[in-house]
């Protein structure tokens, strides 16, 4: 009796699984499935395609101007994630470090500043930069991006430095290192985990964000893919659906395969940042 | 009078005098060129940009005869005016600061002087920077990105909420004007505006505690399902049930918006070849919301369910063990060891996760973009958050004023919350305890 109850259980538990399976693998099949079928409608009578083409790729690269974008993307994103680390590594590491007059006020001014809206600031950047015409640059991007990233993140870096035993640096201390010495001798390479985990939300946060890139470029051959999809989408969807297909799947694949590839610290980063507020 | 006295007193007169007194050239001729850029800006520039943020220009643009002709005779722009006063609000503070550093650090350098010392060298004082005041110097990056990138566009944009910047009061044809609390008492007491506000404010509730409640259930429960020890290839399970979080939310909120159209998308394909009636997913005010919520647990239970998996292999087996001796069943098991473990471990994310709900601006703009749109609303739609609403009202409507007014709100509904939670982590409270 209680062993059949238990192969039930077992049973259905599996069960549940393969569905949760299959609801959470198919958006991601029916658009790559979507992005090879011929045609260009959203409307597909057969869940896999009776033809498959790589038109839709094809066009991508020779019809748009997906190659110059992605270009910009990888730009925005690189030096954002450059800057936005180093900025974030100097200030987490202080706060977390030194006892310095003003330091509960600068964490107090980092709790208040994450809690307004992002979008708030957004329009003063846009009037202070219109009024400096820094307009459609993807420096002014990158600014913000990385001082962004600095309040976002400031906490879960702080945390993680807070974890690191400060005998370590006593030690490097004695023996006569400058702190800024200390700092990227023993520090930085300790830090790995947190550093891969800010960089990367750093750099997903520039590749993917169209709001404020679609405020700030002005035109077409400044923008990030980001802003082309969702251009593409909001402008033309109906009638050119598969191309859009093929650009997501083009905008997905690297942030999908470095969440996928980088997890262990994604994890570790994330429950740091749960836990430690 | 002491040489830390005079050191001091010529630092007040003007700055880098009180340095070059007590001998250290370089330093004092570095701060006697910012000094004297300080004085200039503050007896020749500050007083008009000041002027400027406090009256917002009083030159309307408009038509002036010249002789036969009439010219366009371009008036002050209130907008300029008050982020140009802003910063030099912000550079004059700055300036102030680093005047009272000043005089310090000559009454200390002279002060030295009087015990015998040798002053530092300007190469020895760069060092003692490095190793005395090392969080300044490191934390002086951030600070100023912070202050011009973040500080400064927040203030604005609350100075905003106080004047009448809206459409259609737009410069450079209009002046600005200072209102006071004339948009706060308009979006309680006026009706068009109440009534959206109102409305939405309630549904941003309802949304926030529905979008946080589903996913954290969702992923405890998937969580808990893939941590039964009967279950094998743990890890495949997790590393597929992942995947919804892997993928950019931006992209899949994109796809989304495409699976659940009402007419070509193939979920309503699918209900139709069950014999199925298709629904009205995203232009039904009702079931737009449950779309939202739906997509949103999609995207949401995996992050959830990770981090309780995690609390799960945490849990001691000894505690199962104790229990199965004094012959608790599952449920027991469930409801006195898994619940309040996981429960307690996680209870910050929650916290978390609601804050950021209230301003979950991704799901709601990329799936339904606010609609359906209610007619009885302010430029707002049946699934607009308080955010989407601010976007909307400030970049499509040109409603800056009020978008700033919403703004607010929010940051006191979300500053509420989170002041209340993170006063109770630990970090907070034994901020010390590890070193």
């Known amino acids: ?277 | 009078m002491s040489s830390k006295g005079k050191a001091a007193a010529l630092s007040t007169l003007l700055m880098g005098l009180g340095q070059l007194y007590n001998r250290q050239w370089l330093k004092g001729l570095l701060f006697l060129a910012a000094g004297l850029l300080g004085i200039y800006f503050f007896v020749f520039e500050l007083y008009d940009y000041i002027w400027g943020l406090i009256t917002l220009g009083e030159t309307p643009s408009g038509f002036v005869k010249v002789g036969k002709l009439t010219k366009m005779v371009e008036g002050d722009h209130s907008i300029f005016m008050m982020i140009k006063g802003l910063v030099a609000l912000l550079a004059a503070l700055l300036m102030a600061l680093y005047y009272a550093l000043n005089i310090r650090d000559a009454y200390l350098v002279g002060a030295a002087r009087a015990e015998g010392k040798r002053p530092h060298t300007f190469k020895q004082s760069l060092v003692m920077l490095e190793q005395k005041h090392f969080a300044y110097l490191v934390l002086l990056p951030p600070f100023i990105a912070i202050a011009f990138l973040s500080v400064l566009p927040l203030l604005f944009s609350i100075l905003i909420a106080f004047t009448n910047y809206a459409d259609p009061i737009l410069p450079p044809a209009n002046l600005v004007d200072w209102v006071a609390f004339d948009n706060f008492s308009k979006m309680i007491n006026m009706k068009v505006w109440s009534k959206t506000f109102g409305g939405v404010l309630q549904w941003t509730i309802i949304w926030a505690v529905l979008a946080t409640v589903t996913t954290y259930i969702g992923g405890v429960l998937v969580a808990i399902l893939i941590h039964q020890p009967a279950i094998r290839f743990k890890k495949f399970w997790r590393t597929v049930l992942i995947i919804p979080f892997a993928i950019p939310n931006m992209v899949s909120l994109l796809v989304m918006r495409n699976m659940f159209n009402n007419q070509f998308g193939p979920i309503n394909s699918y209900l139709n070849f069950f014999g199925l009636k298709g629904l009205p997913w995203l232009t039904d005010p009702f079931w737009a919301k449950v779309t939202v919520i739906l997509v949103n647990m999609w995207m949401g239970i995996p992050i959830t369910m990770i981090l309780a998996f995690g609390v799960l292999t945490t849990i001691p087996r000894d505690l199962y063990e104790a229990a199965d001796a004094d012959g608790a069943g599952a449920i027991h098991k469930f409801r006195y060891i898994t619940l309040p473990m996981v429960l307690f471990s996680t209870a910050p994310l929650l916290i978390m996760q609601f804050a950021g709900n209230i301003n979950n601006f991704n799901v709601i703009y990329l799936l339904t973009n606010g609609e359906p749109v209610n007619i009885h609303y302010q430029f707002a739609g049946h699934t607009d958050l308080l955010v989407t609403w601010l976007y909307k009202l400030a970049l499509n409507q040109s409603q800056f004023s009020f978008a700033s007014v919403i703004g607010i709100f929010i940051f006191m509904i979300v500053a509420t919350f989170s002041i209340w939670s993170y006063t109770r982590t630990r970090s907070y409270k034994e901020e010390d305890m590890i070193q």
């Open chain 1, 1 to 277: 009796m209680r062993s059949s109850s238990a192969k039930w259980k077992l049973r259905t538990s599996y069960f549940i699984l393969s569905v949760l399976t299959v609801i959470s693998v198919f958006p991601a099949l029916w658009i790559i499935l979507s992005s090879l079928k011929t045609g260009n409608s959203l409307y597909s009578d057969t869940f896999i395609p009776r033809e498959f083409t790589f038109q839709h790729y094809i066009d991508l690269f020779e019809k748009t101007m997906y190659p110059v974008w992605f270009l910009n993307t990888l730009k925005v994103a690189f030096f954002s994630t450059l800057i936005g680390t180093f900025l974030l590594l100097f200030a987490s590491y202080a706060i977390s470090r030194f006892r310095f007059v003003g330091r509960k006020t600068t964490l107090k001014l980092f709790l208040v500043l994450q809690m307004f809206p992002g979008f708030m600031a957004m329009i003063a950047i846009f009037v202070l930069l219109n009024a400096m015409s820094l307009l459609n640059s993807h420096w002014a991007l990158i600014l913000v991006y990385s001082t962004g990233a600095i309040i976002t993140n400031v906490f879960v870096a702080k945390g993680f430095f807070d974890t690191i035993p400060k005998s370590l640096e006593d030690a490097a201390r004695i023996d006569g290192a400058s702190h800024l010495k200390v700092f990227f001798s023993i520090i930085i390479p300790l830090s790995k985990p947190m550093l891969t985990y800010a960089s990367l939300m750093i750099f997903n946060g520039a590749f993917v964000d169209f709001i404020f890139a679609d405020l700030i470029l002005r035109t077409e051959e400044q923008r990030t893919l980001a802003v082309g999809l969702y251009k593409m989408v909001s402008q033309r969807n109906s009638t050119e659906f598969t191309l859009f297909a093929s650009g997501a799947v083009l905008v997905a694949i690297p942030v999908t395969l470095l969440f996928l590839f980088l997890q262990r610290f994604l994890i570790e980063g994330l429950t740091a940042g749960a836990t430690k507020g």
